[in-house]
């Protein structure tokens, strides 16, 4: 996110896994946007959504992973309005055999208490299968204000249709409206990375070879679609010189514009990527040490970003306003470029 130019039934089937004052500036982006859970009964309770889980590498009978759920870290800014975008994710994107479609989503997101009509916004997370799981790898924000949020929910899916299990996932951009009752979700954006390039440019092939640069489905698909900047190519080799990154957002998946403005987002151009997590350590977690996050900060602008966005507010970097912090940007760093 850039600052400047930047169930209970279908619901507990699977549940997904992988500081600032709310009223400072809203984040990466507003308007619309350019993994599996631990199978569950779907009558049973619904679990809470971790910062960081993985699925099982013991496949359950239907050959589908076993997943985690995912929580919130205790470093998050309004860590319900994560846990009402998330927990819709789940709802739809993951379903027994037997249990898929729209109309059975509906009825998963009626019982969350949001309106059934945003199935219809879903896209790729309700492809046609048998059953699905689904992995949520991070939830960040798009953007945070007193009374809107903008929820990027990373995720990765399986699906089995037949005898075959094929791996997927897409990244959702959730809006979220504060209401008398509580946060509800007014929208759904998710990614669209559109075909792959018929040629990609060599820094390309080796982000996507890279070991040390980990990219969810849909900035996997952005990097070979070969819509991204050679400038955030680069930097992400450089960066993964001294750290393992995990990306969350590149491309899509993430919101238009400056979240609550009219400026447009560096992402959406291809000009900017997100990072949830360095060298293990997730960037929400207050146990991550402090001079980690802010040595990937000035090492990002050292590579070229004009525009670094973190949950500290770095002093020095040679351009004035280089670094930027709020509460948008305490889940992640921002790494944005002009070109």
């Known amino acids: 996110m850039s600052r400047g130019s930047e169930p209970v039934g279908r619901r507990a089937v699977l549940l997904g896994a992988a500081g600032v004052l709310l009223g400072a500036a809203g984040g990466c982006a507003g308007g619309p946007s350019a993994g599996p859970r631990t199978a569950v009964s779907r009558t049973g309770p619904a679990r809470a959504a971790t ?140 990614a669209r990375p559109g075909a792959p390039a018929a040629t990609l440019p060599s820094l390309a092939h080796r982000v996507l070879a890279e070991p040390r640069v980990q990219l969810p489905p849909a900035a996997d698909a952005d990097v070979r679609s070969g819509r991204i900047h050679d400038s955030v190519l680069k930097a992400m080799l450089d960066l993964a010189g001294a750290h393992r990154m995990y990306v969350s957002v590149v491309r899509s998946g993430h919101p238009l514009h400056v979240f609550g403005t009219s400026r447009p987002s560096d992402h959406p151009r291809g000009r900017a990527f997100d990072v949830w997590r360095v060298d293990g350590h997730a ?57």
């Open 51 to 190: 910062a960081s889980a993985a699925p099982s590498s013991t496949p359950s009978p239907s050959g589908l992973p076993r997943t985690t759920p995912w929580r919130p870290s205790s470093g998050e800014v309004r860590p319900e309005v994560k846990r009402r975008a998330v927990a819709l994710v789940e709802a739809i994107g993951a379903w027994p055999s037997g249990r898929g479609g729209p109309s059975a989503a509906r009825q998963e997101v009626a019982a969350l208490g949001l309106p059934p009509a945003l199935v219809a916004q879903a896209g790729p997370l309700l492809p046609s299968a048998d059953e699905a799981v689904l992995q949520v790898v991070d939830a960040q924000y798009g953007g945070i204000l007193a009374d809107s949020a903008s929820v990027l929910v990373v995720c990765r899916q399986w699906r089995r249709r037949g005898g075959t299990v094929r791996a997927g996932g897409t990244t959702v951009d959730v809006r979220l409206a504060r209401t008398a009752g509580g946060w509800t979700v007014t929208a759904l954006h998710p």
């Open 283 to 339: 960037v929400v977690d207050p146990a991550t040490p402090r001079s980690l996050v802010e040595g990937f900060m000035r090492e990002a602008a050292a590579a070229g970003s004009y525009n670094v966005g973190g949950p500290l507010l770095i002093t020095g970097g040679g351009t004035p306003g280089r670094f930027f912090s709020d509460a948008t940007h305490h889940d992640h760093v921002h790494i944005g470029f002009t070109t």
